[in-house]
């Protein structure tokens, strides 16, 4: 059984920074396309940031120069360094990943989430 486990995130002031970390275990083969993603309150859940297994990235417009996301093949992990917060990115972070198990095929999966809120 595949599990994504995100850690970090937690309350912090305007312009501070926080982390996050999401840790994939199992039977694992391999790992593609991971991927953070938010959802705050009210709203819908929106893409932050992915990460090729070649360590390709790509951000959304509103984290871009902020945001950080970076992965550890050996490791299964993949990680989200976010600078200069701002309240609009209150929100529960979510890690995302294609993930091909022993005995499986190529399945997505999702972590169970991670509270970030930026308050003074």
């Known amino acids: 059984q595949v599990q994504l486990v995100e850690s970090g995130g937690g309350l912090v002031q305007p312009g501070g920074s926080l982390s996050a970390t999401c840790v994939a275990s199992g039977s694992i083969l391999s790992i593609g396309l991971m991927a953070w993603y938010r959802r705050a309150p009210g709203k819908e859940r929106e893409l932050v940031a992915s990460v090729t297994s070649g360590h390709s990235t790509t951000y959304a417009n509103s984290v871009k120069g902020r945001f950080t996301i970076s992965r550890e093949n050996a490791k299964n992990t993949m990680y989200l360094r976010m600078n200069s917060l701002k309240p609009e990115d209150t929100a529960v972070y979510y890690c995302?990943?294609?993930?091909?198990?022993?005995?499986?095929?190529?399945?997505?999966?999702w972590g169970q989430g991670t509270q970030v809120t930026v308050s003074s």
């Open positions: 995302n990943g294609d993930v091909l198990s022993a005995g499986q095929l190529w399945r997505n999966y």
